[in-house]
């Protein structure tokens, strides 16, 4: 394992590749309600990508085994857990989707991040669900310091998912990132306190848990990339990127329109700045 520590030109370009990551979901945002596509959405994020002067790191990405991935971000419809291919089929009051933006800043510095949307007026089951999910990675991201260890981070997603009654896909986790779309470490979102990886300053990752309403097991559609719940179940994720910092951490997707943090995030940051 190679874990890449970003020096103070590496934080700079992170910064901003994950603001404007960011920035990309803020521009979207008043667009998505009902009757809209998910194609439209990855239009629109296209358009604010060139207008940043960013570009998508997604389309025609391609790991060994798979197709290249079609779209400009990732959305991601009720049952479907990630990487959903963006489509012409209009979404409807009720539906809940994640759009996951990846940019490549003109320095080569990646930004990853993604937000939940519920089209109008949602279940009780998918508020619910949604919410969690942006609890438990906040959650998560409140584990990282220096000294902390990777498997802290999951088992605090893990307890917290779980003791809700909801499950933790498994074989899907965040990763490290910075002139690569994917690198070490591995994080995972479920794990054991005190077990993988210390975190040191410099280090840049993903938290990105993805939970589910029934159970965890994940099935692969005939398109090569779209994952959806075994049993149809809803599923939602909420992903930022985070750098290590000397006192802790800082959440580097974060710009205007960012969802709120939530309170019990806030507490603990004031009781160990
Ligand atoms: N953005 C996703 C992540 O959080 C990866 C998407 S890969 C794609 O890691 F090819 F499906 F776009
Ligand atoms: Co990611
Ligand atoms: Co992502």
């Not at 890449?4 to 667009?31: F, N, W, Y």
């Not at 309600?33 to 025609?60: F, H, N, W, Y």
């Not at 300053?201 to 719940?229: A, C, S």
Request: negative net charge; proline residues 6%; hydrophobic residues 35%.
């Amino acid at each position: 394992m190679s874990i890449t520590i970003k020096d103070a030109a590496g934080i700079a370009g992170m910064r901003e590749a994950c603001r404007l990551a960011s920035e990309v979901l803020d521009q979207i945002t008043p667009h998505i309600v009902p009757g809209i596509t998910t194609l439209d959405i990855d239009r629109l994020s296209a358009e604010a990508m060139a207008r940043q002067g960013t570009r998508s790191a997604t389309v025609g990405y391609q790991p060994p085994g798979y197709p290249p991935y079609p779209g400009h971000v990732c959305t991601s419809v009720n049952q479907v857990v990630c990487h959903g291919i963006p489509n012409d089929k209009p979404l409807k009051k009720g539906d809940i989707v994640n759009v996951d933006v990846t940019v490549i800043t003109a320095d080569g510095w990646y930004g990853d991040n993604s937000r939940m949307f519920e089209i109008g007026e949602v279940s009780i089951a998918a508020h619910r669900l949604c919410a969690l999910t942006f609890d438990a990675m906040w959650l998560g991201i409140d584990q990282v310091r220096p000294g902390a260890r990777l498997g802290d981070i999951g088992h605090a997603i893990q307890k917290f998912v779980e003791g809700h009654g909801l499950s933790v896909v498994r074989e899907f986790c965040g990763h490290g990132i910075g002139q690569k779309f994917h690198e070490d470490p591995q994080v995972l979102h479920y794990g054991r306190p005190g077990t993988g990886e210390e975190l040191v300053p410099g280090m840049t990752f993903t938290i990105e848990p993805m939970v589910n309403v029934g159970r965890r097991d994940i099935k692969e559609m005939n398109d090569g990339w779209t994952i959806v719940t075994k049993d149809r179940s809803l599923s939602a994720q909420w992903e930022h990127t985070v750098l290590v910092t000397p006192s802790g951490y800082e959440v580097l997707t974060l710009s205007a329109g960012s969802p709120a943090t939530p309170d019990f995030v806030k507490g603990m940051a004031q009781a160990t700045a």
